[in-house]
């Protein structure tokens, strides 16, 4: 018991949103999309972020990234207070420590598939590993498309060309904004085992976005989202666990009067 506490409390923080606030839009037009969200993202875990549509699970991710300023609240990355670095620090910070799948892809419309995935060392004047690069490509079964502009591929080939681009520096930190998203289940389950085996073999710390129950049970814990903050969470979870929790989730009306 005193081992499990110990080995529980000395688990490194990757990430700590504090008491967090995001204001979209100004006077009546004004959305609180994080309304005082808290946060921990222990270092070698994979967690998912779930909660209904407009929650603030994008905003949560874009401000624990330092893609976005946030109107109050802190963000740590490891130690680094993110919150307090200028706008050329956290660019750099991103660029070194972090990795990003967004909700909407955005690759280079110019760079072919394999000068996207490597774009992150590219920018830090550095070149890819070959063979994780051929890992990552024959995974995510992209390796036939490496020489085409995203206008040529699939929504699930262009998602799975952001997901190499995330991995391919090895960062410290994975954001993926619902990865799974775009796939048929094969590629889904071997994209969700490489973010696993990321967190796992590689020390890395994933968060995933997932509206997806089953994608959602690959994960070592999730946090819930509904209305800008943290409401509830759940280690280990098996698909009727996150069923059963989603559905208390969004209808709060059956808990009328439980
Ligand atoms: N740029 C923006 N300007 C104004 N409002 C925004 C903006 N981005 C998000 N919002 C609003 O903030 C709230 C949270 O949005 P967010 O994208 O974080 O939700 P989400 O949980 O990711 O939803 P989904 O599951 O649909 O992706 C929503 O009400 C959304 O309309
Ligand atoms: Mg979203």
């Known amino acids: ?20 606030v995001k204001i979209y839009g100004r006077d009546e037009t004004t959305v609180r999309a994080l309304d005082g969200a808290t946060l921990q993202i222990e270092a070698g875990r994979f967690t998912a972020i779930m909660g209904p549509s407009g929650s603030g699970k994008s905003t949560m991710m874009h401000a624990m990234a330092g893609l976005d300023t946030i109107d109050s609240g802190q963000v740590l990355i490891g130690s680094t207070d993110i919150t307090a670095l200028g706008e050329k620090q956290r660019t750099l910070l991103r660029r070194e420590r972090i990795g990003f799948v967004f909700q909407s892809f955005n690759l280079v419309p110019a760079l072919t598939a394999s000068e996207n995935i490597a774009l992150p060392l590219t920018l830090a004047g550095k070149r890819p590993d070959p063979a994780w690069m051929a890992e990552l490509a024959s995974v995510l079964g992209i390796e036939q498309r490496l020489t085409h502009r995203p206008h040529e591929l699939s929504g699930g080939q262009q998602q799975r060309v952001a997901v190499a681009r995330a991995l391919i520096a090895r960062p410290e930190v994975v954001f993926a904004d619902e990865p799974t998203g775009n796939l048929d289940s094969r590629h889904g389950e071997a994209l969700l085992g490489i973010l696993r085996k990321a967190a796992h073999e590689m020390g890395q710390t994933i968060v995933m976005v997932t509206h997806d129950p089953s994608a959602a049970s690959h994960v070592d814990r999730i946090v819930f989202l509904a209305d800008g903050r943290v409401i509830d969470e759940l280690e280990d979870p098996t698909v009727p666990a996150i069923l059963s929790k989603m559905a208390h989730l969004e209808a709060p009306s059956t808990r009328i009067g439980e």
């Open 1 to 20: 018991m005193l081992a499990t506490l110990e080995s529980r409390t000395s688990t490194a923080l990757a990430v700590q949103a504090r008491d967090v």
